[in-house]
C-alpha cells in the first residue's frame, strides 16, 4: 500500500519560514519524481516544485529564491524549505510521487495546511 504523509503545515507570519516533510512508503521511491503542489481555495492545484532522483528541479517561477526542495533516497523523504512566506502562499500543500509510466502509478498525499499571516 503506497502512503505519502506530509508534516510541517501551520501558521506563519509573513516573511517567516516552514519546513514541509513527506514520507512515502510503499514505493521503490528513486524511480519517482517528487514533487509538491498547493491547491488554495477557489484555485486549481498547481505545481510548486518537483525533483527527480537524480537531484534535477523544476519549480514555479513564483517560490524561486524562496522554496527548496531536496530528497533523501536513503530515507524516502523530500522535503520544502519555505522561506520569506507570503500570505499568497496560503493553500493546502500536498506531496506527490510521480512514477512517470501508468503501471507505476502517480500518488498523492492527503495534504498539510500552510496559512500565512499576520
Not at 503542489?37 to 477557489?42: E, L, N, T
Request: hydrophobic share 35%.
Amino acid at each position: 500500500q503506497v502512503q505519502l504523509v506530509e508534516s510541517g503545515g501551520g501558521l506563519v507570519q509573513p516573511g517567516g519560514s516552514l519546513r514541509l516533510s513527506c514520507a512515502a512508503s510503499g514505493i521503490i521511491f528513486n524511480i519517482y519524481v517528487m514533487g509538491w503542489y498547493r491547491q488554495a481555495p477557489g484555485k486549481q492545484r498547481e505545481l510548486v516544485a518537483k525533483i527527480t532522483s537524480g537531484g534535477f528541479i523544476t519549480c514555479a517561477d513564483s517560490v524561486k529564491g524562496r522554496f527548496t526542495i531536496s530528497r533523501d533516497n536513503a530515507k524516502n523523504m523530500v522535503y520544502l524549505q519555505m522561506n520569506s512566506l507570503k500570505p499568497e502562499d496560503t493553500a493546502v500543500y500536498y506531496c506527490n510521487a510521480d512514477g512517470l509510466r501508468v503501471s507505476r502509478g502517480n500518488y498523492w498525499g492527503q495534504g498539510t495546511q500552510v496559512t500565512v499571516s499576520s
